[in-house]
């Protein structure tokens, strides 16, 4: 198999080596997997420990599993980077694990989902932030109507902020990108707030009647998370969602303690990956126009090197493997 391995930005390496299925894994061919500028910022330095191969969203092809395992070789599939261990604790490849930047992976049969044909590339590799963001949802007891701030309008908040629809909430996306507020206008988000041109906190004071949130979603890195918590009601809660990956925010215990504040935090979509390609199959979440370009294999350092020096030129690129 090969796989780019990256130290740094300087440091990007295709190798190869060896790569045997343990009983119970199933083996894919990688079709093609997805970068974001998030990604590329981790691995360009600020990660710690032996993960060298990025990408956490991916889609393949089964190319050997047991005999058991119920599906055709060739089947396509979209690929769950949440893996449990034996501890119970989940991992998550691309982050706390080597990703799929490569064209051969082994994981658990458990983290395999055969997709509708009807279904594109440009959806599925965004199933796994889908995932993340319902059990983001399902960590609060929501009812019809309640205001839900979400901070940060990248691929997680505008999954959330659509979900937020969903689920008959509704939403105020707060970001200072007005393309990204722009786009979510277009998929009915009817309520967006810049921190540029408007005191957070003021304009929602406004459009909630003076109650405020009655939850927040922290999903930005440009953002304080204290705004977050200033945005909610006494006794509301806030989940930090995202993956691990999110570098350090300093945050204000004393807003905590005096509204009494219920943080949540939320780093992968467990138990969530059937219901996100479901959601994709019904078309709940829109994913039109997240996809700013296309690399080849071969071309992915040309690609990180790009995106580690303009990080803002794209919320997604898609790499591919095999040609579509």
């Not at 996100?276 to 992915?300: D, P």
């Amino acid at each position: 198999m090969k796989a780019w391995h990256v130290q740094d930005a300087e440091n990007i390496e295709l190798k190869e080596s060896t790569l045997e299925r343990k009983p119970g894994e199933v083996k894919l061919k990688i079709a093609r997997f997805a970068m974001s500028a998030g990604d590329v910022a981790f691995f360009s330095g600020d990660h710690k420990g032996d993960v060298t191969v990025p990408a956490h969203s991916a889609v393949g092809f089964v190319s050997e599993a047991d005999e058991e395992f119920g599906m055709p070789l060739g089947t396509k599939v979209a690929i769950s980077p949440f893996i449990t261990k034996d501890d119970d604790t989940i991992s998550c490849m691309g982050v706390d694990q080597d990703g799929f930047a490569q064209d051969f992976v082994c994981v658990p049969q458990d983290n395999v989902y055969q997709v509708p044909k009807d279904i594109p590339d440009e959806q599925l590799v965004f199933a796994d932030y889908i995932a993340m963001a319902d059990k983001a949802f399902g960590s609060i007891d929501y009812e019809k109507g309640d205001y839900v701030a979400i901070v940060g309008a990248g691929t997680l908040g505008l999954i959330l902020a659509q979900l937020a629809l969903y689920y008959q909430t509704i939403p105020i996306l707060i970001d200072f990108d007005m393309d990204r507020l722009q786009m979510a206008t277009r998929w009915g988000i009817y309520y967006t707030i810049n921190p540029t041109y408007d005191n957070v906190e003021k304009k929602v004071v406004e459009l909630t009647g003076g109650r405020m949130c009655d939850f927040a979603f922290y999903a930005a890195s440009n953002i304080p998370f204290n705004t977050a918590m200033r945005l909610v009601k006494n006794e509301g809660e806030v989940i930090m969602s995202g993956y691990t990956n999110k570098s350090a925010n300093q945050v204000n215990l004393s807003i905590i303690l005096k509204k009494q504040l219920k943080v949540i935090g939320v780093s992968n979509g467990d138990g969530s990956f059937s219901t996100a390609i479901n959601m994709l199959a019904n078309h709940v979440v829109k994913t039109e126009g997240l996809v700013g370009r296309h690399y080849k294999f071969e071309e992915f350092d040309e690609m990180f090197k790009y995106i580690h020096e303009y990080p803002l030129q794209y919320n997604k690129v898609i790499i591919d493997i095999q040609k579509l």
